[in-house]
């Protein structure tokens, strides 16, 4: 088994997973009493299915020209900008939730907010000159994100917000996600080791994702303590 067939694999298993997240918090939001867009579980949903339709994407990449490194010729820019696309789409939920989060009191600001973010991120894309304005708007644009959503889920995790959802665990999550966003570049950019850092990198991934879809599952410990003392 090559390289390519093994990465598409591990790629295949994590979009399985993370759409059977979504699948998961899709249905437990349609049961819910009050149904609302910016209900944690919907937006959550829709993060893990744009994730999902993301690793299918670089899934029939992969197949179709025989590698699994991103293909910076410009030949192939408007092929990247669609992945830039599913990226963008990935993030917006996350992007949305935490607008929501500290502008909960402002409903014209979060449209506002959100929009701006919307219409000048799918405008950057489209207007990219090439793959290396695409890498730094990725990068200007994911890791402020990443940055704020940890420390919103511990300052929710602080004061006891959301005890449906495990902002805690999810604020170690998004850390280790940070840091692999750091490191999988270099990791894979070395020469030495580079197909098993690479694979090393996709199964580290997968574990980030999976924990992420455990803080819908998983209660935060304080509701589990105030279960005990209710029982007791």
Request: net charge positive.
């Given at each position: 088994?090559?390289l390519v067939?093994?990465v598409?694999?591990i790629?295949?298993?994590r979009s399985?997973?993370?759409?059977?997240f979504?699948?998961?918090?899709?249905?437990?939001w349609?049961k819910s009493?009050?149904k609302?867009?910016?209900?944690f579980?919907?937006?959550?949903?829709?993060?893990?299915?744009?994730?999902?339709?993301?690793?299918?994407?670089?899934?029939?990449?992969a197949?179709?020209?025989g590698s699994?490194?991103v293909?910076s010729?410009?030949?192939?820019?408007?092929i990247?900008?669609?992945?830039?696309i599913?990226?963008?789409?990935n993030?917006?939920?996350l992007?949305?939730?935490l607008?929501?989060?500290?502008?909960?009191k402002?409903?014209?600001k979060q449209?506002l907010?959100n929009?701006v973010?919307?219409?000048?991120?799918?405008?950057?894309?489209?207007f990219?000159p090439?793959?290396?304005?695409?890498?730094?708007?990725l990068?200007?644009?994911?890791?402020?994100?990443?940055?704020?959503?940890?420390i919103?889920?511990?300052?929710?995790?602080?004061h006891?917000r959301?005890?449906?959802?495990?902002?805690l665990?999810?604020a170690?999550?998004?850390?280790?996600?940070?840091i692999?966003?750091i490191?999988?570049?270099?990791?894979?950019?070395t020469?030495i080791?580079?197909?098993?850092?690479?694979?090393?990198?996709?199964?580290v991934?997968?574990?980030i994702w999976?924990?992420?879809?455990?803080?819908?599952?998983?209660?935060?410990r304080f509701?589990?303590?105030?279960?005990q003392?209710?029982?007791?």
């Amino acid at each position: 088994m090559n390289l390519v067939q093994q990465v598409v694999i591990i790629m295949g298993f994590r979009s399985l997973i993370v759409l059977g997240f979504s699948v998961m918090l899709f249905v437990q939001w349609f049961k819910s009493d009050k149904k609302s867009i910016r209900d944690f579980k919907f937006l959550f949903g829709l993060q893990f299915f744009f994730l999902s339709c993301a690793k299918i994407f670089d899934i029939f990449f992969a197949l179709e020209m025989g590698s699994v490194g991103v293909i910076s010729e410009p030949s192939y820019l408007n092929i990247l900008k669609l992945r830039w696309i599913l990226m963008i789409a990935n993030i917006v939920p996350l992007f949305s939730l935490l607008v929501f989060v500290w502008l909960y009191k402002s409903i014209k600001k979060q449209i506002l907010f959100n929009a701006v973010f919307i219409i000048t991120s799918l405008l950057l894309v489209t207007f990219a000159p090439s793959y290396v304005f695409l890498q730094a708007l990725l990068v200007i644009m994911l890791l402020p994100v990443i940055i704020l959503s940890i420390i919103t889920f511990f300052n929710l995790h602080k004061h006891r917000r959301l005890p449906q959802f495990n902002s805690l665990l999810m604020a170690i999550s998004q850390i280790f996600y940070l840091i692999m966003q750091i490191l999988r570049p270099l990791l894979i950019s070395t020469s030495i080791a580079r197909d098993i850092n690479l694979i090393v990198s996709e199964w580290v991934e997968v574990m980030i994702w999976v924990l992420m879809g455990l803080c819908f599952i998983i209660k935060p410990r304080f509701t589990r303590t105030q279960t005990q003392k209710i029982i007791v």
